[in-house]
């Protein structure tokens, strides 16, 4: 690999005052080895690292920018809005109008509260969840991720419903207790639960496009279940909608999958690349927050103005576009184009897409459902072709298991250059899955 000497001498900077480097895990070099690249500036669908090296970016910060980097649009708002003062620590217009537009574009959403991230969104979802229904016990599903709050910090471990078990350490165990984790796609044993001990479960959470362990798309069957057998037991219904809220639709995974939650949390792309999250639903849920409820939740920062403005930018240019059609038929282009390319690798790989997420998921047999299902030995696969990628101008997650990101910033050449990319990756990857 050749060398990135500017990079290299930050990442030595960065690594004595940051735990391994950085701000979030994620983006550390760990799974893949080496040492992360130093970004200065991104433009469209490319970002240039410092040492002038330019890649074509297909992380997009995880997810924020659906519109691509620095926007013009969305620099002129959050311009504007720095301009009159960043945070008033009072209501604000572009507050009451990102407002709105949430309200007018997800299935069942009546109000709304804004967070910094999707962290707090999912925190605070569940605590006016259980407040609501004077339940504790909550239930997420093994491989969805849904932030780092202490109860959500919890994962599956193999096949039985698994309680109280941390995947980080500092989170007691007491505090875990009372998240019970079930395996995706599969709605007998989630059924079976919740007609056994439903009138105990506060909330069940769920990514209903599941994207933070390769992208594990639900089966309608699943899903409806779902829904059926909470609103059967009154329990909270939350869809986290923190990657495909205003990705995958106007009105997110409930629109394009005819669902809808009882309550949903928002994050990335709402934020035009500040840091925003939002959680709400139905007002009778929603009414239970402080002033005007008993359940108490609040943030300084919450709703300001150039966040705010950022995030309404962002929707106004989606909605203009036609954005998500147009995400969509990107998504197609690329997968016609990447499908041929991964059927002559030389391990079991495929595509897994939907709209403008991708996943290229390097094991054999049907495309997985559950994290159960997920392969250890992508990881080995994976790792060589990431470093061939970054060398040839390609930035995609350093995990086997992140999903892919498209904005309406990548063109056709951009997409072309990841195949070309791809295929000369592939014809010197080692066969035999190491
Ligand atoms: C990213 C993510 C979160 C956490 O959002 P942060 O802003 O990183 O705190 C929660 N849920 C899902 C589904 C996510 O992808």
Redesign the pocket.
Known sequence: MSDRPVSKAWMERATRVLPGGVS?PVRAFRAVGGTPLVMRSGSGAEITDVDGRRYVDFVCS??PLILGHAHPEVQAAIVAAVSRGTTFGAPCEPEIELAEHLVAAYPGLEQVRFVS??????MSAIRVARGFTGRDRIIKFSG?????ADPLLVAAGSGLVTYGRPSSAGVPEAFAKETVVLPLDDEERLTTYLREHGDKVAAVII?PVP??NGLLLQRAEFLQALRRETARAGTVLIF?E??SGFRLARGGAAELLGITPDLA?F??VIGGGL?V?AFGGRREIMRQLAPEGPVYQAGTLSGNAVAMSAGLATLRVLERENGWARLDATGRALEEMLRPVLARAPFPAQFVRLGSLFWMSLQGGEPPRSAERVEAAAADRYRPVFHALLEAGIAIAPSAYEVGFLSLAHTEAHLARLRDALASALSSAPSAGQ
């Open positions: 979030s995880w997810g991230s999707g962290t707090e969104a999912t969805c991720y849904h932030g780092h990514e994207a933070n986290d923190v990657i949390t994050g990335k840091p999250g």
